[in-house]
């Protein structure tokens, strides 16, 4: 999604200013096709989140266990690859470039330590099937 978004602000403003500053090189940049690898492990994580019923297989529930790791890897892919497409020619102002690293750190900091991230992925709807109805002892 993230990719996109910079797609349309590059758009925007190109045709409000009738041409592209030096700010807008720099984001023209980060929406390389190749970006779009970055999203792969998301759109994984959003197919478990669609499929995410009492009913799903063991597929779907391994993936949303796994949801920190899936939104990890998109972070690392996409530090990966702004390095990459900065590294040889310094396309990338230093400014940005450090400005989206610092952006992928600070989520992956909030992923790992809130509470409440840990606990979404921690829970998902019980199968009515796989709960066993103990006899009660009076």
């Not at 949801?67 to 990890?72: A, D, K, R, S, T």
Request: a negative charge; proline letters at 4%.
């Amino acid at each position: 999604m993230k990719d996109f978004f910079i797609v349309l602000v590059i758009g925007a403003s190109a045709f409000k200013a009738r041409g592209a500053s030096d700010e807008i090189t720099n984001l023209i940049d980060l929406a390389s096709p190749k970006m779009v690898f970055a999203s792969i492990p998301i759109l994984i994580l959003a197919y478990a989140w669609i499929h995410r019923n009492p009913e799903a297989g063991n597929f779907v529930r391994w993936i949303w266990q796994r949801g920190q790791y899936f939104i990890l890897a998109a972070a690392i892919i996409n530090s990966t690859l702004i390095l990459s497409s900065s590294w040889p020619t310094n396309s990338i102002s230093l400014t940005t470039l450090l400005t989206v690293l610092s952006l992928n750190i600070v989520a992956i900091c909030y992923v790992f330590r809130s509470e409440e991230v840990c606990d979404t992925f921690a829970d998902f709807p019980e199968n009515n099937e796989s709960k066993k109805t103990e006899p009660e002892i009076l």
